[in-house]
């Protein structure tokens, strides 16, 4: 393990699973660990660090093949992902931990529960779009984004996305410059995502035994194709809690981190 000191803090890398990942920690308390998205990086939490980190010893990482952490040659597995999220929760010796799960980051964090819960005190999950309970895109918007990157075009990509799937009209222009450029640099590990065996996809039977506190949130203004995820796990975790913010998309830790770290911070201090 090695350090590097930046800006905010100190940049760690461990090795895990064969790759070197790059994370962050600051804070005290009960660890909180924080899982990014699709096409992001740990940057996407900047906006909510300061205040979950108050009451919080809170990690983030950049998930493999992402920003500063290493991409492993061939194609990738979300199983990957979720022994990438296991072995760092017991390099950092943060089990068990609150696990915070944004989009796809949001599937890991379920994969997690149901396959690893003693590494767990809860789970809070923003709108993962798990194949189970999403339409198919029959070679729609998403399959438009996944030609794009296959010829090279990553920003082409990035805006596609952005625009057609995630956030609507006019949001590749409202984002900032650096989230583009990130989502630009990490067009390739979408496409990986997207191809992998087992994409966006949990073990139903093997969530529904999850016990644990599990808080789902969903945005007011996110697009229709995030509104069937909040019934779906409802249905296999009977115990979750449903927040929906306000005004919000589908990165309310990004535009409305008052909100989130809130929602968070309020419900991991109502839980024994």
Do not use: K
């Amino acid at each position: 393990m090695s350090t590097e000191q930046l800006a905010w803090g100190t940049v760690h890398h461990a090795h895990v699973n064969g790759v070197r990942i790059a994370y962050e920690e600051t804070g005290a308390g009960a660890p909180l660990v924080l899982v990014h998205g699709s096409w992001s990086s740990r940057r996407s939490w900047d906006a909510v660090v300061p205040g979950l980190s108050r009451s919080h010893r809170v990690i983030g990482y950049d998930r493999r093949g992402h920003s500063e952490s290493e991409r492993a040659p061939g194609q990738g597995t979300f199983a990957e992902d979720v022994a990438d999220l296991a072995a760092l929760v017991e390099a950092c010796d943060a089990a068990p931990a609150w696990v915070v799960g944004s989009s796809v980051g949001g599937v890991i964090t379920l994969r997690l529960a149901a396959e690893r819960p003693d590494l767990l005190r809860g789970v809070v999950v923003h709108e993962p779009p798990l194949r189970a309970c999403l339409p198919e895109d029959a070679g729609g918007p998403i399959g438009a984004v996944l030609d794009a990157v296959q010829a090279g075009d990553h920003a082409g990509a990035a805006e596609r996305f952005v625009e057609d799937v995630a956030f609507g009209p006019g949001g590749w222009a409202r984002l900032p410059e650096q989230v583009r450029a990130t989502m630009t640099e990490n067009a390739p590990t979408y496409l990986d995502e997207e191809l992998a065996p087992d994409a966006r996809t949990v073990d139903e039977a093997a969530l529904a035994a999850y016990g644990g506190p599990v808080l789902v949130t969903s945005g007011e203004q996110s697009p229709p194709i995030f509104a069937p995820v909040a019934p779906y796990l409802a249905r296999l975790l009977p115990q979750a809690r449903h927040l929906v913010y306000a005004g919000a998309g589908h990165v309310p830790q990004v535009t409305h981190p008052d909100a989130f770290v809130a929602a968070v911070t309020d419900f991991v201090a109502s839980r024994p």
